[in-house]
């Protein structure tokens, strides 16, 4: 079965930096679009990063610049390195894997906290 598992959160002070890692089980990894994404508490899940299976980017307006997402197809990997965070990026961080054919799946998320 499809396994996405999330590691790498904890707390940080603000401009401190964290590297997220996605391991990917159960399936063809390369072919897949890999994203992150991101939910603090009361609010809808966003957009951060995604990658595509040739390694295009693309990230939203708010970590342009402090986070770089890559990926590691012979290891079935996805990372997102996170420097000069702020207090606002704190979230629980998800990785997801689309395919055409295969459909969504979802990491259960890891915990990210910047605070003084």
């Known amino acids: 079965q499809v396994q996405l598992v999330e590691s790498g959160g904890g707390l940080v002070q603000p401009g401190g930096s964290l590297r997220l890692s996605c391991a990917a089980s159960?399936?063809?990894?390369?072919?897949?679009?890999m994203g992150w994404y991101r939910q603090a508490p009361g609010k809808q899940r966003e957009l951060v990063a995604t990658?595509?299976?040739?390694?295009?980017?693309n990230y939203a307006a708010s970590v342009k610049g402090r986070f770089t997402i890559s990926r590691d197809n012979a290891k079935n990997m996805v990372y997102l390195q996170m420097n000069s965070l702020k207090p606002e990026d704190t979230a629980v961080y998800y990785c997801?894997?689309?395919?055409?054919?295969?459909?969504?799946?979802w990491g259960q998320g890891t915990q990210v906290t910047v605070s003084a």
């Open positions: 159960g399936m063809i990894f390369s072919p897949y679009f």
């Open positions: 990658i595509t299976s040739g390694g295009s980017t």
């Open positions: 997801k894997a689309r395919h055409s054919s295969a459909g969504d799946y």
